[in-house]
C-alpha cells in the first residue's frame, strides 16, 4: 500500500486539481468569490466619479413634509419636471413606477410633462412568475398616456447573487434597455439604447457594476426640497443641476434598498436608484469593472496547480508547502493588484482551489506513505 501511494501521489495530485478546476468553473466556489470581491471594494475604497450625475432623493423627510400619503398626486412629479428641465437638467431619469392610472387631472398634468421634455426617462419592471411548471414573464410598463411611443423606457431589475448581494446589471434583458444605461446615452448625446424586435433579442451575462463607494457616494438632494426651491425660481437649483443626469427615486431606508459589496463590512444598504447612479457613472466615465476572461482563470489555475504538484513531487513536504504558499501568496498579490490598477476582477478562490486541492492531497498520500 505504501509504495502505491508513493508511486501514485503525482497521479492523484493532477486528479484532484482536474476535479477541482470543474467543480470551481462550474461555480462551487462562487460564494467565496463573492466575499473576495467585497473585501477588495472595501480594501479600494471610494474612487472619484463624473460630477454629472445628481440624485433627487424621496427620504423620510420627504415622505412627512409634502403632506400627502405615498402615492403622491403626479402633479408633483410633472412640476418637477418642468422645473428640472427650466433650470437646464439634461436628462431627468425617474426611477417610480406609474402602471395604472390615478385621476384624469394628474395623469394629464404628468403625461404633457413627459410629451414636452423627451430627455425624461421612466422606469419598466421585469419579473418572472412561476405557473405550475411553467415560468412566464411579466412586464409592468407605465401607464399607456405617459408614453406615447416616445418617452423612453428602461428596465430596473437589478439581479442579486445568491447571497442576496447586488454585484451585477444586464445593460439589456431581451428586447429591452437598462434604465440606466438609456440615462447615460442621452446624457452622453450619443445614439440612445433602444428596444429591438424579437429577432433582434440579446442575451448577455450580467455584468460587474464598478461600485464608486458606500451608499451615499453621489450628490443628493431631497426632494422636497428641490420641489419647493424650484418654485421660488432662484439660481441654487440651477447652478447644483444644471448640465446634470438627475435620477430621481426612492432613498427612505425603508423602500427600496439592497445590499451591495460595500454593505457587507457593517455599512449601510444601498437605494435602488444610488445604484442606477453607479451604472450610468461607469458608461459616462468608461471606469467600468471588468470581469477576467474564464478560460484565462482556466489556465492560470491549472499552471499555478501544476506548479504546486510538481513542489511536492520533487521536494519535502514542508519545503513544498512554503512554495505553494508563496504561489497562494503572489496570485493574491496578482488579484489585488488587478483589481486596484486596471479595474479587472479576478476569482481568487476559483483560481487557487485547484492548488489547494492537489497540493492537499499530495501532502496527505505523503504523509500516509512515511507511516
Not at 34 to 57: C, M
Not at 140 to 153: H, K, S
Not at 209 to 218: A, E
Not at 313 to 324: D, G, I, K
Request: aromatic letters at 8%.
Amino acid at each position: 500500500m505504501q509504495r502505491w501511494l508513493d508511486k501514485n501521489r503525482l497521479n492523484v495530485g493532477i486528479v484532484a486539481a482536474l476535479i477541482a478546476l470543474m467543480l470551481s468553473m462550474g461555480g462551487l466556489f462562487n460564494r467565496g468569490d463573492f466575499w473576495v470581491l467585497d473585501g477588495l471594494f472595501a480594501l479600494r475604497g471610494p474612487i472619484a466619479h463624473s460630477d454629472e450625475i445628481a440624485i433627487i432623493g424621496i427620504d423620510d423627510a420627504a415622505l412627512q413634509s409634502i403632506g400627502h400619503p405615498w402615492p403622491w398626486p403626479r402633479h408633483l412629479h410633472a412640476n418637477l419636471i418642468q422645473g428640472l428641465h427650466r433650470i437646464g437638467a439634461r436628462v431627468v431619469a425617474l426611477d417610480l413606477l406609474f402602471v395604472t392610472a390615478s385621476n384624469v387631472t394628474d395623469d394629464r398634468a404628468l403625461a404633457t410633462a413627459l410629451r414636452y421634455h423627451r430627455d425624461t426617462i421612466l422606469p419598466i419592471n421585469i419579473s418572472t412568475v412561476s405557473e405550475g411548471q411553467v415560468a412566464r414573464e411579466v412586464i409592468e410598463q407605465p401607464f399607456d398616456a405617459f408614453t406615447d411611443g416616445n418617452t423612453p423606457v428602461g428596465f430596473v431589475n437589478l439581479p442579486a447573487d445568491p447571497d442576496g448581494v447586488i454585484r451585477r446589471t444586464r445593460m439589456r434583458h431581451g428586447a429591452w434597455c437598462a434604465f440606466a444605461k438609456i440615462a447615460s446615452d442621452i446624457q452622453l448625446g450619443r445614439g440612445m439604447c433602444r428596444k429591438v424586435t424579437s429577432s433582434e433579442k440579446e442575451h448577455r451575462p450580467p455584468s460587474l457594476i464598478n461600485f464608486v463607494g458606500p451608499p451615499g457616494s453621489f450628490p443628493t438632494f431631497p426632494y422636497h426640497e428641490v420641489l419647493d426651491g424650484l418654485k421660488t425660481q432662484n439660481d441654487t437649483w440651477a447652478n447644483l443641476l444644471k448640465g446634470k443626469l438627475v435620477m430621481i427615486g426612492f432613498t427612505s431606508r425603508q423602500t427600496d434598498t439592497h445590499q451591495v459589496p460595500f454593505s457587507r463590512w457593517g455599512g449601510a444598504s444601498s437605494p435602488g436608484v444610488e445604484i442606477h447612479a453607479n451604472i450610468a457613472n461607469a458608461e459616462l466615465t468608461g471606469a467600468t469593472l471588468n470581469a477576467a476572461n474564464q478560460t484565462a482563470v482556466a489556465i492560470s489555475a491549472s499552471l499555478i496547480a501544476l506548479c504546486s504538484i510538481a513542489a511536492f513531487h520533487l521536494l519535502r513536504v514542508f519545503w513544498a508547502a512554503v512554495v505553494t504558499l508563496i504561489l497562494v501568496l503572489v496570485a493574491l498579490a496578482f488579484v489585488v493588484y488587478a483589481f486596484m490598477g486596471t479595474a479587472l476582477f479576478i476569482p481568487l478562490c476559483t483560481v487557487l482551489a485547484p492548488t489547494l486541492f492537489s497540493g492537499g492531497s499530495i501532502a496527505l498520500l505523503r504523509t500516509l506513505a512515511t507511516r
